[in-house]
Structure formats: C-alpha cells, structure tokens
C-alpha cells in the first residue's frame, strides 16, 4: 500500500472572528511649505539646524475602517532665520477587524504610522527640493520603539490608585 503524504490543517474556532487587516488607500491630506526667505537667504555653507515633530492620530471612520493620520513637520533655521517649513499629514484609510482592543491600538500607533511614513518621507522630499532647497531624506524611523515609550509614559503619568 502507497502512503499518502497528509498535512495538517489548523481548524479555527468558529466562535472566534477572522483578523482582517487591509490597506484601503494612502492620501495626502495637508500638506504646507513655506521658505520665508526664499531666494534671498544668503549662506555660505549650507549646515541648518533641522527640527523635527512627529504625531499619529487615528479615527474610526466607520464598522472596521480607520483612517490614520501621520503629521510630519520639518523647520530648518540659519542661526536665527527660518530657512524653510513643511508639514506634511500623511493619511491611510484601514479595514480591520477581528483585532483584540490593546492589539488594535499597537496597529494603529506603530503598524499603520510604520506604512505611512515612506509615503510622507517621499513628500517632504519633494517639496523641499522643489523649494530650492539641497536634498533631504527623513532618517528611518522606529515606531514600534515610539510606541511603546508613549505606552510608557502614559503609564507613568497615570494616577495611582491608593488604599487608605
């Protein structure tokens, strides 16, 4: 008798839901430059001091859907002049659904923020070289590792509930 190779199939639990996670669109929903100087800003050398701000927010759209929105804001200065300004809200509408309360939160602050980010990296990018401005490219960024200090700090500035 021939053997017959057999594989195993894990069987979900019907009473569990199906997770679903699924990237519905990517759209930039505020974008501003601004180069108060524009051409008359005289240097030498080109060396500004880069600031750099980042949030994430998200909200439910609709049943499963979350649109979440990564504010990137880049102001570079001359000693005392503001060589340019940009802002950038990167936006991403996403399905999902099956997720447990605390893992949808750690999507939506580290995951989806992680997807974006290319996306406004690109569009700070252009706009600043479209400014006149020499190239510029974000550093990589580690929104798993911001997500977990926010966690962390939340926890620290929580009331702590005494029994007297």
């Not at 057999?6 to 019907?14: A, F, H, I, L």
């Not at 505020?30 to 998200?58: C, H, K, R, Y």
């Not at 503001?82 to 809200?89: D, S, Y």
């Amino acid at each position: 008798m021939a053997d017959t190779p057999t594989t195993d199939v894990p069987v979900q639990n019907s009473d569990a839901p199906a997770q679903e996670f699924t990237l519905q669109s990517v759209y930039v929903k505020d974008v501003s430059f601004e180069a108060p100087l524009g051409p008359n800003l005289q240097v030498t050398e080109w060396n500004p001091q880069i600031g750099l701000n980042m949030t994430t927010a998200g909200e439910t759209v609709a049943e499963n859907m979350h649109e979440v929105v990564l504010t990137i804001t880049v102001d570079a200065k001359l000693a005392d002049k503001t060589a340019f300004l940009v802002e950038v809200k990167q936006a991403g509408l996403f399905m999902m659904r099956g997720y447990p309360v605390e893992e949808s939160r750690r999507i939506i602050g580290s995951y989806c923020p992680n997807v974006l980010f290319p996306y406004a990296r690109q569009v700070i990018s252009d706009l600043i070289t479209r400014g006149g401005f020499p190239p510029f490219l974000l550093p990589p960024v580690n929104f798993d590792g911001l997500y977990q200090q926010s966690l962390q700090q939340a926890a620290a500035q929580a009331p702590t509930d005494s029994v007297n």
